[in-house]
DNA sequence: CCGATTTCTTACAAATTTCTTACGAAGGGA
DNA sequence: TCCCTTCGTAAGAAATTTGTAAGAAATCGG
């Protein structure tokens, strides 16, 4: 899994450290600033993926920073801001900002959030440009829909066999080990001896080949892994 | 490319200033009002493409305004509100608008809604224009009038069962997972274990199935999410 | 052809996910 | 205020998936 970094602004250090902790809890860098300068200027040197502001900030504050962000970047911005403030103004303040929480917030809400607007920034972000659909030879693989199909007909695969299969298919041709295989698939390490891969293998086999025994899609390679010719 | 004339209707100038930038940026003409009268006027007398407008106005708020610009016209409105206010209301009171996002919005999400709603408006663009009107197999949502058909039989949807399968069936055919759907409809981060979205989609089942048991619309992906057959 | 290794196959119990129902709280309208 | 509708939670039931284990079959090097 790709590893985060969050840049931090808030002037309160005891805050910045609180986060802190919360979020290299859930794998991600943190980067921290006390007022907004410094964060315009960290976000210059470094890869930043996710900005936390406080709205309240000496010299540049949070909503002034937003501004300044905004005219070159689209980075997600998460606002923060005291409650004793009138929501109401914090809310057309923040426009700019993608998100906004109350301190004091509760640091479950604030991970959730933060990992809500990485999905959003990275799946529909700049980045995509992966095809929905993909075909081999008569199996056709949908990934908006999580559907596949062998000559036109339906074929009703489990989360774990879809997900063993469009692995192996968006790679067509490369061969994958069966260790490779459950740590793509499960996000677990591998222990040697476990049979689990073969008996999914098998059971996506008995719904995309006519002939399981002798497959024309999901092959083996002897003593190496798993294909999908292409 | 043709140059559009967005009019934007909110109370607070921050909110004005802050989508004027945004809209420019994207190369459109921005017309701004403080409150609805001012909006009425200036439709008049602009070329106007698109409306924003924000619900909570002082003298005409959105509602009544969107009210008055439908007597005559059948331009996109988008419609603006705080997230605060119940989104039950939110919804009745929307019939009339095109779309609506809460505040604060994520700035991409909004040029990109603007877009949509210009290019269905002006019927260019190679996107497909988003209909008013969607139907499935006998089961027709209207987005307008905020109403379901069954077989031509008016179903009764509550707000929220009502944006669930608005959201599904805008995106037939695609999965969407608990979590997603939660957070797209609540606009909310989604916590583990919940089962509020399982109950509403057993409630849809009961008013949109004739055998709520084994849906013909409204189905399961197993161990992924819920989905509306294409 | 033999033994060692690797993959296949099957069945079953455990785990996970979804479904279903009921109930109390909250809010709007009479 | 009382009634009605909607909503979210909890808890148990039902359905489906998943991993394990154990033996069979296939492959490979020699």
């Known amino acids: 899994m790709q590893k985060y970094n969050v840049l931090v602004a808030d002037d309160e250090p005891e805050i910045r450290d609180a986060i802190e902790i919360y979020l290299k809890n859930e794998n991600m860098n943190v980067f921290k ?73 509760n640091p479950l809400e604030l991970t959730a959030r933060v990992k809500s607007q990485l999905r959003r920034y990275t799946h529909l972000g700049p980045y995509k440009a992966t095809e929905d659909e993909i075909e081999v030879r008569g199996l056709v693989l949908n990934k908006r829909s999580k559907t596949v199909f062998v000559d036109q007909e339906e074929v009703r695969l489990t989360a774990t066999e879809y997900r063993i299969l469009e692995l192996l298919i968006e790679h067509r041709g490369r061969v994958f ?54």
């Open 33 to 105: 600033a006390s007022h907004g300068l410094e964060a315009l200027d960290i976000l210059e040197k470094e890869d930043i993926h996710l900005i936390i502001l406080d709205v309240m900030m000496p010299g540049l504050d949070g909503i002034q920073t937003t501004f300044k962000i905004r005219e070159s970047r689209n980075i997600p911005i998460l606002m923060l801001s005291a409650k004793s403030e009138d929501t109401d103004k914090i809310l057309g303040l923040t426009v700019g900002a993608d998100d906004y929480l109350c301190k004091p917030f």
């Open 177 to 230: 080990s069966i260790e490779e295989i459950y740590e793509k698939v499960w996000k677990e390490p591998y222990f040697n001896g476990e049979n689990t891969v073969a008996v999914h293998v098998r059971r996506i086999r008995e719904k995309i080949e006519i002939n399981p025994r002798e497959p024309k899609y999901l092959k083996v390679v002897w003593g190496i892994g798993y294909k999908i010719e292409k």
